[in-house]
C-alpha cells in the first residue's frame, strides 16, 4: 500500500498520449489527427505549443483540469466535462497581432482557421473514411473491421460552428437533413448566429470527425 501514494501524479504528456490519446480509433493519429507519440516531443514547425523549442506546455496547460474533469472537447464527444472552454485568448489576449485590421476578424474567425492551414503532417496519416457496410474479419487482428482510408497533410473544411455539437441517442425521431441524411454526430451553428465562429474541422466525410487541436507552424 505505501507505494501507491508515490505512484499517484498529475497525467503527463506521456500518460495523456500513452494511456488513451495516441490509440483512439485504432492507430496513432488516426482519430485525433496529430495526437500520435511526436507529441512527446514534437519540432517547433509541428507544434508550437508542446514543442521544448516553442511553449513548452503539457496537454494541461490548455486542457485544465478541476476535480479530475478536464476541459476542452472534440466534435464527437457527447458531453462537456468541464463548462470551461479552452480558449486561445486565454493565453494570447482578444486582440494578439498588434495589428487593427488582423484582431477586426478574431470575433468571427476562429484563430484556428488562420494558425492551422493543414493537418495530419505528423508521420502518421490520419482516417479519413470507414465503410462499416463492408466490415469483414481480419485474421491478423481478429476483429471485425471495416476498410479505412487514411491520408496525410490535409487541408481543413470550414463552417460556422456555436461550440456545441449533436449526437444522435439511439430512440430519438428521426430528422433527416436536407440532403437527406441523418446526422449522426457533428457540431451545430449557423452563419446567422452571432455567436457561431468561422471554424475548421478535420474532415466531415467519416463518423467520429473531430477539431483540429493546436497549431504547428507559426504565422510568420
Ligand atoms: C496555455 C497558454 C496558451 C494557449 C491556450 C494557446 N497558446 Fe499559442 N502560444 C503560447 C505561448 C507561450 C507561445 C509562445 C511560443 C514560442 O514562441 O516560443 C504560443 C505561440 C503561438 C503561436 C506562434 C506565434 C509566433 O510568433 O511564432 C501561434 C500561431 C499560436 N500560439 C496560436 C495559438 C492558437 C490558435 C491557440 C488556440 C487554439 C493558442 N495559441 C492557444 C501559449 C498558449
Ligand atoms: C495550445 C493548447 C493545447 C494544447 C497544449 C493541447 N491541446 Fe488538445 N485541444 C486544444 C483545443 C483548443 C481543442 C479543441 C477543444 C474544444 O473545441 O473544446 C483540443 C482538443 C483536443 C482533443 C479532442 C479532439 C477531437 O476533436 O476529438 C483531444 C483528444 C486533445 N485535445 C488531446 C490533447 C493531448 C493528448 C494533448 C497533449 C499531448 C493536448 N491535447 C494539448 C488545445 C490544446
Redesign the pocket.
Known sequence: MGSVPANIHKPTNSTCLNRCHVRAGGSPGGKQRDIDLTMENPP?TLD??LSA?????SCL??HKAKNHRIAGRGNDVRETDLAKK???A???GAAPHRDYDLDAHTGRVD??VY??PRYARGPNPTETHRDARRAKSDPATLRYEPPRVFASNLVPEYLFRNGDSHFYKFGDPVQLQPNGRLLLTGPLGDIREPSAKRSLLSNPTRPGWGTI???GA???
Open positions: 517547433r508550437v505549443h523549442s516553442g511553449a513548452n506546455l496547460s490548455c479552452i480558449a486561445c486565454d493565453c494570447h484563430c484556428t494558425h492551422i487541436r493546436s497549431p507559426s504565422c510568420r
